[in-house]
């Protein structure tokens, strides 16, 4: 059974940084995609950052240059390093992992099928 686990999560002011992690385990190793999603009050939750097995990273317009996904050499932690975070960027911050299903849009949430239960990320102005 894969189990995601995020934290890393809190309260900045607007212009700071957070890095936020997920572990797994349980992971299968026919499993390629991990991402990250958010979802802000009263808005529907959607894709950040995206990161293949072999490196490839994928990311949303509003987050390019800002933040950066990668994962440890085991592909067992995932991070989301968040630089010059804006008010926008408040959320909760869901990892994700791709299961059976093979993802071919990294930023569809309909294509991960392991989620973890999120981490609140807060930014001030």
């Known amino acids: 059974q894969v189990q995601l686990e995020e934290s890393g999560g809190g309260s900045v002011q607007a212009g700071g940084s957070l890095n936020l992690s997920c572990k797994v385990s349980?992971?299968?190793?026919?499993?390629?995609?991990m991402a990250w999603f958010r979802q802000g009050r009263g808005k529907k939750r959607e894709g950040v950052a995206a990161i293949h097995d072999e490196g490839r990273t994928t990311y949303s317009d509003s987050v390019n240059g800002r933040f950066t996904i990668s994962q440890n050499n085991a592909k067992n932690i995932l991070y989301l390093q968040m630089n010059n975070l804006e008010p926008e960027d408040t959320a909760m911050y869901y990892c994700?992992?791709?299961?059976?299903?093979?993802?071919?849009?990294?930023?569809?949430?309909?294509?991960?099928?392991?989620w973890g239960r999120g981490t609140q990320v807060t930014v001030s102005s």
């Open positions: 349980g992971y299968s190793s026919d499993s390629h995609y």
């Open positions: 994700a992992k791709e299961g059976e299903q093979v993802v071919v849009s990294p930023m569809n949430e309909n294509e991960y099928h392991y």
